[in-house]
Every structure is written in structure tokens, then in C-alpha cells.
């Protein structure tokens, strides 16, 4: 599969991550592997039945302007820096939009989805300048855009990296042994091992003790998110949706996990409730919550939305859709974020330190 392409097919069917911001969009973002049921004890996959026909009285609306709710957040209120991309080039800079840094910027292919070391001093990324999902790579990178180095060194396709709190392990997925399992690496590429989860492993999210991941799983041809306990090896099923959940973010006071779903749709939400549609580029995704425990779904906003990252503190949301913008987990406050140095709305899978 090439950038280019608009679809991913998964069991004959269109692929659930269509088209979004621009045609490559996901086609870079998931491997094009066949979706296979994970051989987790207890789990059912779960139908997709999106309806058919809309109910008389339904209310559907397009997701494709902001939602705004209560006052703007204060640009002062917010710290830190941000790792975000255009799924081409890996860029850095302050959350105000200041000290603009091109990390990685091959025009030999894609380089994306970076995740901060605790410290703030590197980035691990996804490498996919031989093509995507010709032999992805797992790459670091220094803050500054030094020191680039391959961390996985496989055949194989590997991406979807993360960074323990503690900065002493990096968590991935990968299609090494020929189906989507997570595995564990030290930054400086050793003690690689496979993670004691008998599961389809696809976007890890660590837990802030380092004991748990979050992940998106697939069932037959449906994506649902679950837990998974690293020593043990347990798996607890998190989400249950005819449409896809994925790409989940623990929050990092613990209690949260932040993800991307495609319920909202009207493909897939009841007949008898609102829905939003996105127009021509596929699903509608916006962003949800639900406390690790499994209780307390929540949405966060209706607007379009497919990535999202937490601020350090726990008290914003980075979302990533027609632009790169900040919320409180009530859903008020969104401001968009910009630099000077790009002209065009930011976006990409991005991460917060």
C-alpha cells in the first residue's frame, strides 16, 4: 500500500480509517495487515450493524467546524512543548506556537507519531522512509533534531512507539512474528522483548506506573480498546462500539483514558440519536473518555478529531482533526494552536511534554 492510497482494506470490507485530512493520512498511520481476531480468552467480537436508514426525527450534522464551548483557554494558562507532524516531516515547538523545530524531514518518505521521553530530550518516532509499510522503523531523535538513530533495526514493520514515565523502556507494535504483537525495548535498543500479552497489540499507551498498557485491538473487522496487565498478562476489554475505538492516551494522573471513536457516525450511531457525518473523507471520529475501570464513557467534543494527547498535568487535550487544538476534558475552552513557522492548520498523531 502506498501514501497515496484512500483506503485501507481490512477483511474484504473498506477499511474503518478512511481518508481525513488529506488522502494519505491513514494509509500511513496503520499497517496494512489483515485484521485477524486476537486469541484472548472470554472477548466476542463484536458486529458491525451501522444503520441503514435515519429515523424521521434524527438530527445529523457535519463535524467539520469547531466547537466552541465557554471562553477560549488563556495561551498563558498553557505549557510546554508539543511533537506533532504533517505524516511527512516530525516537528517541535512550544505550545504557543514558538521555537519552531523540524525534528525529522527525509524527502526520501514519511517520518511521524513521535512521543516525548520523560526528560524532554529525545523523541521516538516512526520511520517510514522506505516506504509505508516497507520495513517501518522505529527511530530516536534528540530534541534539537540530532543524533537520529534506529532503534528496532527489523525487516519487519514497526510504529506506534510510547515512552514509560520512568524513561527506561519504550513500548511498540510490530508484525515480526507475523501477527500485530506489542513489544518492549530499552532506549538504547537492547533487552528487546515480546510484551506477555497473547493479543492484537496496535497503539500502546502506557499506564504512569509502567505496569499496564492501553492499545486498540482488533475483533474480526472492529477495533475496541483494552487493557492489558504486562506481568500477568491479563486482558480487560475496555470498549464495546460498532464502530472503531482506537488510539487511546492515558492521562497521566492515572484515572483516564482519552481515545478516538467513530459511534457519533451516523453509519453507526442509533437510529433514534444525533449523529454527525464528515463529509467526503471517510468516518466521523471525535474524542471520548472512560476511567480505566471501564465505567464513566463520556464524550469530550463532536468535532472531528482522530489523535489525542494529554498535557502533563492532566488538565488539557491535544486534538488533532481539521486542526491541532487544546480542550479541557469538559469539552470548553478550545483554542487552535498555529506557528509562524507553518502556514497551513497543524495536525498528525501529536504528543505533549
Not at 243 to 271: E, K, L, M, Q, Y
Request: with cysteine; proline share 7%.
Amino acid at each position: 500500500m502506498q501514501a497515496s492510497d484512500r483506503t485501507i482494506p481490512i477483511d474484504g470490507q473498506r477499511g474503518p480509517y478512511g481518508p481525513l485530512l488529506s488522502a494519505a493520512l491513514i494509509a500511513v498511520v496503520l499497517g496494512c495487515q489483515p485484521v485477524l481476531s486476537p486469541r484472548e480468552s472470554g472477548v466476542t467480537p463484536t458486529a458491525t450493524n451501522p444503520a441503514s436508514e435515519p429515523a424521521p426525527t434524527r438530527l445529523e450534522h457535519t463535524g467539520s467546524s469547531p466547537t466552541l464551548v465557554g471562553t477560549p483557554i488563556a495561551a498563558t494558562d498553557l505549557r510546554g512543548r508539543i511533537v506533532f507532524d504533517d505524516f511527512e516531516d516530525l516537528f517541535a515547538m512550544n505550545v504557543d506556537g514558538s521555537e519552531l523545530v523540524t525534528l525529522a524531514g527525509s524527502t526520501k518518505g514519511p517520518e511521524f507519531d513521535g512521543a516525548w521521553s520523560p526528560d524532554g530530550r529525545r523523541i521516538v518516532y516512526r520511520d517510514s522512509t522506505r516506504g509505508i509499510n516497507q520495513d517501518d522503523e522505529i527511530f530516536i531523535v534528540r530534541s534539537d533534531g540530532s543524533g537520529r538513530r534506529n532503534l528496532t533495526n527489523d525487516p519487519a514493520n514497526d510504529w506506534g512507539p510510547d515512552w514509560s514515565a520512568d524513561g527506561k523502556t519504550i513500548a511498540f507494535n510490530s508484525t515480526r512474528e507475523g501477527e500485530m504483537r506489542g513489544f518492549l525495548v530499552d532506549p538504547d535498543g537492547k533487552n528487546l522483548r515480546r510484551m506477555n500479552v497473547d493479543a492484537w497489540v496496535e497503539y500502546p499507551s502506557f499506564s504512569p506506573d509502567g505496569t499496564k498498557i492501553a492499545y486498540m485491538g482488533a475483533l474480526g473487522s472492529n477495533y475496541e480498546l483494552f487493557i492489558a496487565d504486562l506481568v500477568s498478562g491479563e486482558v480487560t476489554r475496555l470498549t464495546q462500539s460498532p464502530g472503531h475505538d482506537g488510539w487511546p492516551a492515558w492521562s497521566p494522573d492515572g484515572t483516564t483514558i482519552a481515545f478516538s471513536s467513530v459511534r457519533d457516525d451516523c453509519r453507526f450511531a442509533p437510529r433514534d440519536r444525533e449523529c454527525w457525518r464528515s463529509g467526503d473523507i471517510g468516518e466521523h471520529f471525535d474524542i471520548w473518555l472512560i476511567d480505566v475501570d471501564g465505567t464513566n464513557l463520556r464524550r469530550v467534543t463532536s468535532e472531528f478529531g482522530q489523535f489525542v494527547a494529554w498535557s502533563p498535568d492532566s488538565a488539557y487535550l491535544l486534538i488533532s482533526g481539521y486542526g491541532l487544538y487544546v480542550l479541557r476534558p469538559d469539552g470548553t475552552g478550545r483554542r487552535e494552536l498555529r506557528t509562524d513557522g507553518i502556514p497551513r492548520a497543524l495536525g498528525g498523531i501529536p504528543d505533549w511534554h
